[in-house]
């Protein structure tokens, strides 16, 4: 059997997952809790991690997300006690971008893993380069569940629209992790941005071609919004994806993006991130190196060229809302690796 521990987590693409869990039929080790903040979700988890000498058996599978705050090495052990798989999916890296820990040090705490799920080919390397040594899985692109559908206003056109081309910017908007969106005054001549989150000083804000929306729900998102492309981009530089957030990008697949393409939205992406040739394989956006490349690229793009990506983005859209890629990659777990 197929067991897991529910994260119960403010992080959506968690959630998604012990929605996905639930749905293929996989059973929580987790007590049935619907209240207690922080404090009793790591009560009810630890009580989850030691339901797994009582329930698991030789031959069952344990998921599990990572990070799991405390309990992962144990929870992987006690699982290996009693003779079980534990499959493992990666949300974030700490050694990468918050350095609590050394590469070596995460490398190690993996390893308990049996089979690992990671974002992508890059991350793949990056592990396999620090020593890590059990089978591998790339998700691609993390699933995007809601019960809404994009707007009929996303459905594809047979055409770009004239300039301004409609661009669209969502998620932590404080100048620490996207100082960039303060300096594109100059850069928007044909484009426009729609800004959507929390954070963002819209007083500072004098941009005419930059419009803030406030924060929107996942759900209010997809139907609602109507734009022609969804920017991925994080740091303080229009030239490329600095700091923390942006160098992560490296080997990171931001939600952000699927949160788009979720919302039927074709996406920009920077051309060094790891998501990058993923995008241009499936035809789904487009990537650039400096944020000064759209002013030229944007009205450039012919009506043909729009209409695949939008067309494309809009399939896309179905996939997230199925779960699909999470779905393929647990059932590779389950054939031990294999497609």
């Not at 991690?49 to 992962?72: A, E, N, S, W």
């Not at 992508?120 to 990056?126: A, E, F, I, R, Y």
């Not at 409609?166 to 594109?184: M, S, T």
């Not at 060094?272 to 450039?300: N, Q, Y």
């Amino acid at each position: 059997m197929n067991y897991f521990i529910q994260i119960k987590s403010p992080n959506k693409a968690k959630n998604d997952i012990d929605v996905l869990f639930h749905e293929m039929g996989y059973t929580n080790l987790t007590p049935h809790n619907e209240s207690g903040g922080a404090i009793g979700r790591f009560f009810f988890r630890l009580a989850a991690v030691g339901r797994i000498l009582t329930t698991l058996h030789k031959g069952d599978t344990l998921c599990l997300q990572y990070p799991m705050k405390k309990f992962y090495t144990v929870a992987c052990k006690l699982a290996h006690v009693k003779k079980a798989r534990v499959v493992t999916i990666v949300h974030d890296l700490g050694a990468f971008r918050r350095h609590k820990l050394t590469v070596e040090q995460e490398n190690r705490r993996l390893s308990n893993t049996d089979f690992l799920i990671v974002h992508n080919q890059k991350m793949q390397d990056h592990l396999i380069a620090h020593g890590f040594q059990h089978p591998i899985f790339c998700l691609d692109i993390f699933d995007f569940l809601t019960a809404s559908q994009p707007s009929p206003l996303s459905a594809p056109r047979s055409s770009l629209p004239t300039p301004p081309v409609r661009v669209v910017y969502a998620g932590n908007l404080a100048r620490w992790r996207n100082e960039f969106l303060y300096h594109l005054d100059e850069e928007m001549g044909q484009w426009t941005l729609d800004v959507y989150g929390k954070g963002f000083d819209d007083a500072s804000n004098h941009n005419p071609n930059l419009h803030y929306h406030g924060s929107l729900p996942p759900d209010d998102f997809v139907a609602q919004v109507n734009a022609d492309f969804g920017l991925v981009w994080d740091g303080s530089s229009l030239d490329e994806c600095d700091g923390e957030w942006g160098r992560y990008l490296l080997i990171n697949n931001p939600h952000k993006t699927s949160f788009y393409l979720r919302a039927g939205i074709p996406v920009i992406v920077w051309a060094e991130a790891a998501m990058a040739p993923f995008v241009l394989k499936e035809g789904i956006g487009i990537a650039i190196h400096s944020i000064r490349e759209l002013k030229e690229i944007l009205p450039a793009m012919t009506s043909e060229t729009y209409a695949r990506l939008k067309m494309n983005a809009m399939k896309f859209s179905e996939k997230l809302g199925s779960g699909y890629y999470t779905r393929r990659a647990f059932e590779a777990a389950n054939n031990k690796g294999e497609k």
